[in-house]
């Protein structure tokens, strides 16, 4: 009772300042509170995108600066007290059992911190999504967390993938990914071919590299100036329509949302395959990212696994479904290990897309729009990274940001996998993987000196930093598998051959 009263009075005394401020409006300001402002108090979750709807279907023009009151008492708090009251209030031991893996997966940092953005905070479709994922994969809980415990360095790299593969799966059986035009652009270029090339990640790329360093509203009129001259204007707008339109689904949520009511009434109940869509949108209309947004751009699109389910996804001749980190890849049937294909047949997926890419910016941003490559890291089209202590901004090229988060992975899986290993055959393995990684280091020409893609300086400098560590590792004939193929550790080999 008294953590109630507590919660209670936090959320007061933010009401209480909410009220201050309207209390002391400006002189000459002619409006009474009590009449001229509307208070929505909610006891569930409420995204904006909701509240835009509820506004828009009572014709106001504005709406209300958004605030979230979920600081005041934490969801995984919320989330956990109602667990407890079903444990305790439910005598079926099977949904008990459910319960209280979903209690324990509930309380990970991943789950808290990354799962939940991944759905705007909305714990209910949270929830429902991790229910599914508990029902629909035996000893899900216990064997995230075995990944999670089994290895001390960077374990939820690990165990991280391994969610996010069930994930991409999910997202990919919901079709989620096919209409966000993520798998096949051919009827952007009139060709049969499918593209890599997609103009949703484009779009988020764009929107969150604004809000990360000029924090302005950006319209729809602004996003087609700039797309209008690589597409055509009514696939940007059918890709923001289904990009805000997620909302809707029952397993994910919206990635864009409207920062202005302008337009959006007319906008509502319209399908994505509607050639009429474009007549209906306010293009003065303003967009913004959501947190779903940014964390499937920052995390999602240049994993692993996403890239290991596209391309499983693309092979009727190849079915692995399971994460690089499964147990059962460190299986060796005496000529190959279960991972070896899994890795081989992604490097190839990523070569493949790389070409398409490469050929699409070389036609188009250099080509079309005369881009070289510093000007084009320069625009909002290539993924922009701030540094917080200097406010220094580095771009790339988002094969780029494929390359090093692929190799990342690859090396935290190295040394996992060693774990699992016999130890006759640990240096094989760790040779085979370390040879994929120089797969990945050559797309930028650093052995044979023959580039296969664009990039910036940045990769010249890592690229000499991980053949730092891989050289290392070859001094003792593979034998070690403790020495990280990493920026941190190159650089730090880097100085030692300087001194």
């Not at 459910?98 to 905070?121: H, R």
């Not at 996003?223 to 597409?231: C, E, Q, S, T």
């Not at 780029?400 to 190799?407: A, D, G, L, P």
Request: glycine share 2%; net charge negative.
């Amino acid at each position: 009772m008294s953590d109630l009263f507590k919660e209670y009075s936090a959320a007061r005394n933010k009401c209480i300042n909410l009220f201050y401020n309207i209390n002391y409006i400006p002189l000459g300001f002619d409006s009474n509170p009590a009449h001229d402002y509307t208070f929505i108090f909610n006891l569930r979750e409420t995204t904006l995108a909701m509240i835009i709807e509820h506004y828009s279907d009572r014709d106001y023009t504005q709406y209300p600066e958004e605030y979230n009151f979920s600081t005041v008492i934490p969801k995984d708090v919320i989330i956990s007290r109602r667990l407890d009251y079903a444990v305790k209030n439910n005598n079926d031991p099977n949904k008990i059992q459910l319960i209280s893996g979903l209690q324990k997966l509930v309380a990970d940092k991943f789950i808290k911190d990354s799962f939940f953005s991944l759905f705007n905070d909305d714990y209910r479709k949270s929830i429902d999504v991790l229910l599914q994922f508990i029902k629909e994969i035996n000893n899900l809980s216990e064997n995230y967390f075995a990944i999670k415990e089994s290895y001390p360095v960077n374990t939820s790299v690990g165990s991280n993938g391994f969610f996010i593969r069930i994930l991409c799966n999910f997202f990919f059986e919901n079709k989620y990914f096919d209409n966000l035009l993520f798998i096949d652009n051919s009827i952007l270029f009139g060709s049969p071919t499918p593209s890599s090339i997609n103009i949703s990640r484009l779009i988020l790329v764009y929107l969150n590299n604004n809000k990360n360093e000029n924090n302005i509203l950006i319209s729809i009129k602004d996003i087609l100036n700039d797309f209008g001259k690589l597409f055509e204007e009514k696939m940007v707008i059918k890709a923001i329509w289904y990009l805000f339109s997620l909302r809707k689904e029952p397993f994910w949520n919206h990635l864009i949302t409207f920062d202005k009511l302008s337009g959006l009434e007319n906008f509502q109940g319209r399908n994505i395959n509607d050639d009429i869509l474009f007549d209906y949108i306010d293009l003065n209309s303003t967009i913004k990212i959501t947190s779903a947004g940014t964390y499937f751009l920052d995390n999602i699109l240049t994993h692993f696994e996403y890239y290991s389910c596209r391309m499983n996804k693309s092979n009727n001749n190849f079915d692995v479904s399971i994460s690089l980190f499964d147990k059962e890849n460190a299986k060796f049937d005496g000529i190959n290990f279960m991972f070896d294909p899994i890795i081989q047949s992604t490097i190839d997926y990523v070569k493949d897309c790389n070409v398409k890419l490469k050929n699409f910016y070389e036609t188009n941003f250099v080509g079309k729009l005369g881009c070289n490559d510093n000007s084009f890291l320069e625009s909002n089209f290539s993924y922009h990274i701030r540094n917080v202590q200097n406010n220094e901004i580095k771009s790339m090229f988002h094969i780029e940001r494929v390359i090093h988060s692929h190799i990342d992975y690859l090396d935290v899986y190295r040394r996992y996998v060693m774990n699992l290993l016999d130890n006759n055959l640990k240096k094989d393995a760790n040779e085979r993987i370390i040879n994929y990684i120089k797969q990945y280091i050559n797309m930028f020409g650093y052995y044979d000196k023959s580039p296969k893609t664009h990039y910036s300086e940045q990769s010249k400098t890592l690229c000499k930093y991980y053949d730092n560590c891989i050289k290392e590792i070859e001094k003792s004939d593979f034998t070690d598998p403790a020495t990280p193929i990493d920026r941190v550790k190159g650089r730090e080999l880097n100085m030692e051959c300087l001194l």
